[in-house]
């Protein structure tokens, strides 16, 4: 772990990262309830969507990804994690494969924009295409490993809490998790 990512009281910094998902990754990580306490005894949370309102990627000793590098912002932001984070993480089938939401390759990002923004809205909505500061899509979503190099992969649609656990536990032991057999889990 890097020195500068340290905290004062020697605790790992983890920073978090939801790209161009459903949060679901998170949301079953919060799933580990009363461990979760347990972890913050070695683990400081630097960023999470779901755990500390930090925005951008702080330095952190492990960035962890979830979802679908989708639009140009989720680019960036995956970026900056490879940037600021000594290990990177791959969480769920979404960062680490494509994932259900790369089924929207099929079809083509400006008749998609125009669907959601133009064709379902009221007199009072407005257009991306009308300065409305909403990240252009790319052409199609793509595992986070397209863009930067990923260090741990931990599949899952969602991995299951306990195996979030585990990789984040072994990765403080200085170990590669190994994620197998009745460990992968897809809900």
């Known amino acids: 772990m890097s020195q500068t990512a340290q905290t004062e009281d020697d605790r790992a910094t983890v920073a978090t990262v939801c790209l161009g998902g459903c949060s679901g990754c998170h949301m079953e990580f919060l799933n580990i ?28 000793d492990i960035g962890i990804a979830e979802g679908v590098v989708t639009n140009e912002e989720n680019v960036e932001v995956a970026e900056e994690l490879r940037e600021n984070c000594d290990t990177v993480v791959a969480w769920g089938d979404c960062a680490a494969l494509r994932g259900i939401m790369s089924l929207r390759n099929d079809d083509d990002p400006d008749e998609m924009i125009d669907e959601v923004y133009l064709d379902k809205a009221d007199e009072q909505s407005e ?21 930067i190099d990923v260090d741990v992969y931990i599949p899952g649609c969602p991995p299951d809490a306990e195996v979030m656990a585990h990789g984040i536990e072994a990765l403080l032991e200085g170990e590669q998790p190994e994620i197998v057999d009745e460990k992968l889990q897809y809900d």
């Open 127 to 147: 257009s991306p295409r009308d300065d409305v500061p909403v990240p252009a899509l790319l052409e199609d979503a793509r595992p986070l490993d397209e863009y």
């Open 33 to 60: 309830d009363h461990d979760l306490v347990d972890l913050l005894e070695d683990v400081k949370f630097e960023a999470s969507h779901m755990i500390v309102d930090e925005k951008g990627v702080p330095e952190a």
